[in-house]
């Protein structure tokens, strides 16, 4: 009689278990669902114009997702408003970059890695200043300095990549969302040096 009680107690506690897990693995799913759909929510969320702009971009996710905050509320989606908030992404990226450098400046104990650090903020401030410079030649329409201003960040933010050792770049990330943003707005400009007309 004691077995048949102590088996039945097994047989509870075992199924209690499997229903706590069940329920575990239907939350996880729900879960998984809702992540889904609001992702596929905020996708369906952006402007046509917009997806078809960033689609031509070297990183078209990044494009369409990034730079949503920075455009004008209720202003005309083209090229060029694109183009401006995506300078306005770069330049906050810009100074995102010095905080960053700075930070680890302070938490270093090495006299090269300081001496890395600070050229690369010097050369994440000339960026910020061949941003200004590109935002000033849009509107103007001088779209040989606006490549030439985009195309030295490239370069600047390659130079600060190479100061350090392969693979031992504290700031690569940085840097990667900095040659991200550049890249599509060189991109993007394309199209406002050369319009052309994108279906909605």
Request: proline share 4%; aromatic share 6%.
């Amino acid at each position: 009689m004691a077995f048949s009680n102590k088996k039945s107690t097994i047989l509870f506690i075992f199924a209690a278990a499997l229903s706590s897990l069940l329920s575990l693995i239907n939350v996880e799913a729900t879960s998984r669902e809702l992540q889904g759909a609001a992702a596929a929510q905020r996708s369906e969320e952006v402007d046509p114009t917009l997806k078809r702009l960033c689609f031509s971009a070297e990183f078209p996710h990044e494009c369409a997702s990034a730079v949503v905050p920075f455009m004008e509320s209720g202003g005309t989606i083209n090229a060029q408003s694109v183009l401006q908030a995506g300078l306005k992404l770069l330049a906050q990226r810009c100074l995102k970059a010095i905080e960053q450098a700075e930070k680890l400046k302070k938490e270093s104990k090495s006299k090269e890695m300081t001496d890395q650090l600070n050229f690369c903020e010097d050369q994440y401030r000339t960026i910020g200043n061949s941003t200004k410079q590109a935002a000033e030649a849009l509107p103007a329409r001088e779209f040989n300095k606006l490549e030439s201003q985009l195309g030295s960040m490239v370069t600047a933010i390659n130079e600060c990549e190479a100061v350090f050792p392969s693979g031992k770049s504290p700031i690569r990330d940085v840097n990667l969302m900095l040659k991200m943003a550049v890249k599509n707005n060189l991109n993007i400009g394309n199209f406002v040096a050369m319009p052309i007309i994108i279906n909605t």
